[in-house]
Nanobody, 120 residues
Framework: EFVESGGGSVQSGGSLMLSCAAS????????VGWFRRAPGKEREGVSC????????YTADFANGRFTISRDSARNTIYLEMKNLKPEDTAHYFC???????????????WGQGIQVTVSS
């Protein structure tokens, strides 16, 4: 299970911290990421980090404002969002994925999604 929390409504320039807590599987070796879908738009990647080597990717719109992090002890990933803008209004989703090289099996988990609304 992958449970999100921390969304809500803020004014432009405000901050939010999204959390995604995993249970039943260890996040440590998974690649994890955050995605969002705004009304009328396609789902897009926000930020992700690979399992093991910790390589990170952050979308241009999020650079300098959003930070992804992982707490292995709490089995939780976070998305810290600062200087939020109205165009950041969207449903945010967390995802964890891993590919087993021995079985060639991919396993992925999605959070249920959480709403972030930024007013001007």
């Amino acid at each position: 299970e992958f449970v999100e929390s921390g969304g809500g409504s803020v004014q432009s320039g405000g901050s939010l911290m999204l959390s995604c807590a995993a249970s039943g599987f260890p996040l440590e070796h998974f690649s994890v990421g955050w995605f969002r879908r705004a009304p009328g738009k396609e789902r897009e990647g926000v930020s992700c980090t690979s399992g093991g080597d910790g390589i990170e990717y952050t979308a241009d719109f999020a650079n300098g404002r959003f930070t992804i992090s992982r707490d292995s002890a709490r089995n939780t990933i976070y998305l810290e969002m600062k200087n939020l803008k109205p165009e950041d209004t969207a449903h945010y989703f967390c995802k964890a994925a891993i590919f087993d090289l021995e079985t060639a099996k991919a396993t992925e988990y999605w959070g249920q999604g959480i709403q972030v609304t930024v007013s001007s």
